[in-house]
């Protein structure tokens, strides 16, 4: 049963640091780009990062770049975001997807449930 389950989210502090982890399943991980999005209530799913299978590549949206840093480990089936410097306006549920290209939403045909980022004092 193909299956991607994220995990690491919480409530931190703002300038706080998280890592949100990706764990595939039940499909050839190595072969598929993953990306990271996120929504915040009331608001449209935001893209936030990928990480393609090719060569590595990473993509990163402007409001997260310099800040976030996503990675994979294909050995172990398995995705990373890397989240510093958290603000407040980073809150929200972080979903992974896997999918053949990054990109929009509709690229992605695998998601997983997402786990919920608070930024708060």
């Known amino acids: 049963q193909l299956q991607l389950v994220e995990s690491g989210g919480g409530l931190v502090q703002p300038g706080g640091s998280l890592r949100l982890s990706c764990a595939a399943s039940g499909f050839t991980f190595e072969y598929y780009n993953i990306g990271w999005f996120r929504q915040a209530p009331g608001k449209e799913r935001e893209g936030v990062s990928c990480i393609s299978s090719s060569d590595g590549s990473t993509y990163y949206a402007d409001s997260v770049k310099g800040r976030f840093t996503i990675s994979r480990d294909n050995a172990k089936n398995t995705a990373y975001l890397q989240m510093n410097s958290l603000k407040p306006e980073d809150t929200a549920v972080y979903i992974c997807?896997?999918?053949?290209?990054?990109?929009?939403?509709?690229?992605?045909?695998?998601w997983g449930q997402g786990t919920q980022v608070t930024v708060s004092s």
């Open positions: 997807a896997a999918g053949e290209s990054c990109g929009r939403a509709t690229m992605y045909g695998y």
